[in-house]
């Protein structure tokens, strides 16, 4: 059956740290994998990764794809109370979309 | 552009009662999807639509039926309420299967 996993469910840093989330999936036929943002309503877009190897940025996130090792990592530097927030990794396989429960981060002043 | 828009935001039901979610987009987009989302979860398929007039199953299917006859638009119908449909409920829209979504602000059901 196909699974996405997350790790960790929670984390609680301080602003200015550096987090590491992860996402690791077992699908067939992978198509691609996306990063959310849900703050207290609908998820947002950050990233949609498709080849392996291939870092993706924006400002202080990125994230990497590894389809060997089926893993997925998003990085968030210097962060600040604003990236505090759930983050779902979702897997395309096909027509099929599977999301992972999320890391919740929060980011203490 | 409004983007995805779902009404209502707030419904409560009795349980066996019928409803039907709205769902519509302006973006042309031919994907588009239903999820769940219960605490502690993250989000799950019920159904999607590639295209006008193709609906398919996902992951959570059972107690929802959905119609897609125009691009714009795709209801999800509740038949029978049951407490087990309690939950937040997006719609989402895509230009293609598999790539970046656009999701509703959502509407929260409680089936009592």
């Known amino acids: 059956e196909d699974k996405v996993v997350q790790s960790p469910l929670s984390l609680v840093v301080h602003e200015g740290d550096t987090v590491t989330l992860n996402c690791s999936y077992e699908v067939t036929n992978f198509r691609s994998l996306l990063w959310y943002k849900q703050e207290k309503k609908a998820p947002t877009f950050l990233f949609m990764l498709?080849?392996?190897?291939i870092e993706k940025k924006s400002g202080r996130l990125s994230s990497i794809l590894d389809k060997k090792e089926l893993f997925s990592i998003l990085n968030i530097t210097a962060t600040q109370t604003g990236d505090s927030a759930v983050y779902l990794c979702a897997v395309h396989n096909n027509n099929d979309m599977r999301f992972g429960a999320g890391t919740r981060l929060t980011v203490k002043p | 552009n409004a983007g995805v828009t779902q009404t209502p935001k707030f419904q409560v039901l009795k349980t066996g009662q019928s409803m039907t979610l709205q769902c519509a987009q302006d973006m042309n987009h031919e994907y588009m999807s239903w999820y769940r989302q219960d605490p502690g979860m993250g989000l799950r398929l019920i159904h999607y639509s590639v295209g006008a007039g193709i609906t398919d199953q996902g992951e959570v299917p059972n107690g929802y039926n959905v119609s897609r006859s125009t691009t714009e638009d795709f209801p999800l119908r509740l038949l029978s309420a049951a407490p087990s449909q309690t939950s937040v409920y997006f719609c989402?829209?895509?230009?293609?299967?598999?790539?970046?979504?656009?999701f509703g602000p959502g509407t929260r059901l409680t089936v009592t």
């Open positions: 498709t080849s392996s190897g």
């Open positions: 989402a829209s895509s230009y293609s299967t598999g790539g970046r979504q656009y």
